[in-house]
């Protein structure tokens, strides 16, 4: 019998008045899937995570997140999803452990639990010598792993990073890409990382390439570039566009 | 949907109030400003007034007050509303900032998260307030003990409008810059056009219009119902027009917030 999907998108779309930022979108993620989804700036990524954490309603389409539908359910369906938006979110006043303890608290987690919580992410991210820094000391990598850190703290089933790594040097990029792929291996989380830079994804990876509004490839990242020639083949689908993958 | 935890509501209602707190505690000058501003109008301006301004005895005086008087709860009302825009204008800063992502993503009511904001947001102006009391009290102008405890639950429903205004507005507020805007049409015709500087049969007998304008502003009830309440006093209809337009105000800013509608509804 086969798993019931994590998460869940069917018939998406969306648009910016009259501009057309997705159409049809769908797609299933396993439990503990790693998933890329490719694709260039303004291909809209960022609006699929918008919508897949409601900050827009789903005017067409539905999402369910771990059986949830977002549009019926949203609490039920946020609780069990941790995401990194693109932009930091980290209160830059706040130390590592008050911008960690404020999110645990909009999740409902306080105490010692909380604090159990906030030790636990920190090691697994390496980055417990740092909770006492205010998050503005931080460099963009550290900054980066307190905000994976704190998607993690509520045990979330589903975890959305949305160009996670932008900004970041090649090695800091390396080293995130390869947690998160540890988190979907060894902890069975599902992951949906959005990215522009095709050295992100790894061959047995799948891939969802998505451009202007449309899922284009469903397929591994091995399956989509056979020869390993990833950015090469990402270019010819999208047409070359100009702001495509690294 | 999950239901309404109220552990989970309580927990997110404390760490909210005390981020806010914490983030007031780290912007000092923010505090002084908001003491100063009206430091500066009981001092500079209600000095230079008080030959000029002759004041009848109206209610809830009874007897002949100092100018100073009249304008100490328009100048608490000044705070509430300066920090209502204020935290209107750290809204849209969370907002460009990504801050606002965090919490609206937060696996609890939206109309929740929102009053527990609204809710830090006046508590820190009461705060503003009350020290504001006391320095005035140094200066001469004093209520009874009893006029500083009833005036609290004015503070609040005041500041609970106020604060729905300003959460109204950043939901309106596309950018930082188009703050400037806010404070030319919003605050000044709001303090200006009121009762906090002069009382209303002052201004009807300079123009009906205005005095039909000030008569039908909102702050000038909240205005008059902190003033009614520092001399031990009970003014309902202040009362019933504060709290309509606070529940009017907190309705806009959920429809600003409104996903369908989106606040956050930019070129993603």
Request: glycine residues 8%.
């Amino acid at each position: 019998m086969t798993a019931a999907p994590a998460l869940s998108i069917q018939g998406l779309g969306f648009s910016y008045g009259a501009k057309r930022a997705l159409d049809g979108v769908a797609f299933n993620l396993a439990p503990g899937a790693f998933c890329a989804l490719l694709g260039p700036n303004g291909a809209g990524k960022s609006t699929l995570f918008s919508l897949m954490t409601r900050l827009f309603t789903t005017p067409e389409g539905r999402i369910e997140v771990m059986g949830h539908d977002l549009s019926r359910a949203p609490n039920a369906a946020l609780a069990t999803m941790g995401v990194v938006f693109q932009q930091t979110t980290l209160d830059p006043d706040l130390s590592v452990r008050r911008n960690l303890a404020y999110f645990a608290a909009l999740h409902g987690i306080a105490g010692r639990d909380r604090d159990r919580r906030i030790d636990a992410v920190l090691d697994r991210l390496a980055m417990r010598a740092r909770g006492n820094e205010r998050a503005r000391d931080l460099n963009g990598g550290h900054k980066r792993r307190v905000e994976i850190a704190r998607a993690l703290l509520h045990d979330p089933r589903v975890l959305l990073l949305d160009e996670a790594t932008v900004g970041l040097d090649a090695a800091t990029r390396g080293d995130i890409t390869t947690h998160v792929h540890a988190l979907a291996a060894e902890q069975g989380i599902t992951v949906l990382w959005a990215t522009h830079l095709t050295d992100e994804v790894l061959p047995d990876d799948r891939l969802l390439v998505l451009h202007q509004g449309r899922i284009l490839a469903d397929t591994t990242a091995a399956g989509f570039a056979p020869h390993g020639q990833l950015r090469e083949a990402f270019l010819d689908l999208t047409g070359g566009a100009p702001h495509a993958a690294i | 949907m999950l239901p309404f935890d109220p552990r989970a509501a309580r927990i997110a209602l404390v760490a909210i109030v005390t981020r806010e707190a914490l983030r007031f505690v780290h912007q000092r000058e923010r505090f002084l400003a908001a003491l100063v501003r009206p430091l500066v109008w009981l001092v500079v301006f209600a000095a230079g007034f008080r030959a000029a301004l002759g004041l009848s005895i109206i209610p809830p005086y009874q007897t002949y007050i100092t100018y100073e008087t009249y304008i100490v709860p328009g100048l608490c009302g000044m705070i509430l509303l300066f920090n209502g825009m204020q935290s209107s204008l750290s809204l849209v800063y969370d907002r460009e900032t990504g801050a606002m992502r965090l919490l609206l993503t937060s696996p609890l009511p939206r109309w929740w998260l929102l009053t527990c904001k609204i809710l830090a947001s006046t508590l820190i102006s009461m705060l503003q307030a009350l020290v504001f009391l006391a320095i005035a009290a140094a200066f001469g102008v004093r209520v009874s003990w009893t006029g500083y405890i009833a005036v609290l639950p004015a503070l609040l429903v005041a500041g609970l409008m106020l604060g729905g205004l300003g959460l109204a507005l950043s939901s309106l507020i596309k950018q930082l810059e188009n703050f400037a805007g806010v404070m030319n049409f919003v605050i000044f015709p709001m303090f200006f056009l009121s009762s906090a500087l002069y009382p209303l049969w002052k201004m009807a007998e300079s123009s009906q219009v205005l005095y039909a304008i000030c008569a039908s502003n909102p702050f000038t009830y909240a205005v008059e119902l902190i003033r009614f309440a520092l001399y031990g006093q009970f003014n309902p209809l202040a009362l019933a027009v504060t709290i309509g337009t606070a529940v009017a105000f907190m309705g806009l800013a959920l429809r600003g917030y409104d996903p369908a509608r989106g606040l956050i509804r930019r070129k993603g």
